[in-house]
């Protein structure tokens, strides 16, 4: 059928992208899009594919460094995941947002989707993804550090570290050590930035003993 057919040609373009085939992943999407228009419109499913199908196609596009297409995609896919209620689908789709925001030097805009996107995690109970979203708002304050100075510098710093450290309390808290590592290690990065050594040291060594506990010799 025309729905089957939209499911396999949207694994198609996982396994492109995958293949860092972003140009040809776009092509199937694409694809998937113009079968899934052909089918009832009215359809739960074919709604929902089709608000699936708007983010990767999105992601693919952002791949190739074109933001402005790329955000037209993932705002089609909150509109649809706002019409079916999709609360989770919201919530990720307003951390793309923020990711595309952050690639294009908007902190504002970037600070603003990863907040919502938090709020509507905690709402619905998704620890992991909340503490992903604190994660990424870590990022946006220390990326905007990087270009500050003086007092504003110190700020942003201070507002990615006490991000970093509510993501690293969230994922201690489901016991993700391998997410753990990554924000503790971005922890020791910040103090780094600010001048304080001994903090980053004393961060690094946790971030240590995550990859240890794990064996993971990349990490490490």
């Keep these: 059928s025309g729905y089957d057919r939209a499911i396999t040609l949207e694994r198609l373009g996982r396994c492109l992208r995958a293949q860092g085939r972003p140009r040809d992943a776009e092509t199937e999407y694409r694809r998937v899009l113009a079968v899934l228009s052909g089918l009832d419109p009215e359809d739960e499913d074919v709604r929902r594919q089709t608000g699936v199908t708007h983010p990767a196609l999105a ?29 989770r689908g919201q919530a ?26 938090i709020e509507r995690f905690q ?17 946006v304050a220390e990326t905007e550090a990087q270009g500050a100075s003086g007092a504003d510098r110190g700020r942003l710093l ?10 690293l309390r969230l994922k201690e808290a489901i016991g993700d050590k391998a997410l753990a590592a990554t924000t503790t290690n971005q922890l020791a990065i ?10 980053a040291e004393r961060w690094y ?10 064996d993971n010799p990349k990490g490490l």
Excluded at 95 to 115: F, I, K
Excluded at 158 to 167: D, F, G, K, L, R
Excluded at 190 to 199: E, M
């Design 59 to 87: 992601d693919a596009l952002t791949d190739q460094g074109r933001y402005a297409e790329a955000r037209s995609h993932y705002e089609e896919s909150l509109k649809i995941d706002e019409a079916l209620g999709d609360d």
């Design 92 to 117: 990720v789709t307003l951390g793309q947002l923020g990711t595309l925001a952050l690639m294009e030097r908007n902190y504002a805009e970037a600070r603003a989707r990863h907040r919502e996107a």
């Design 123 to 139: 709402a619905i109970g998704e620890t992991r993804h909340e503490a992903i979203g604190w994660h990424q708002l870590g990022t």
């Design 158 to 167: 201070s507002q990615a570290e006490t991000a970093y450290q509510e993501s």
């Design 190 to 199: 910040v103090a780094g930035l600010a001048n304080r050594p001994a903090d």
């Design 205 to 214: 060594r946790r971030a240590i003993e995550f990859d240890s506990e794990m």
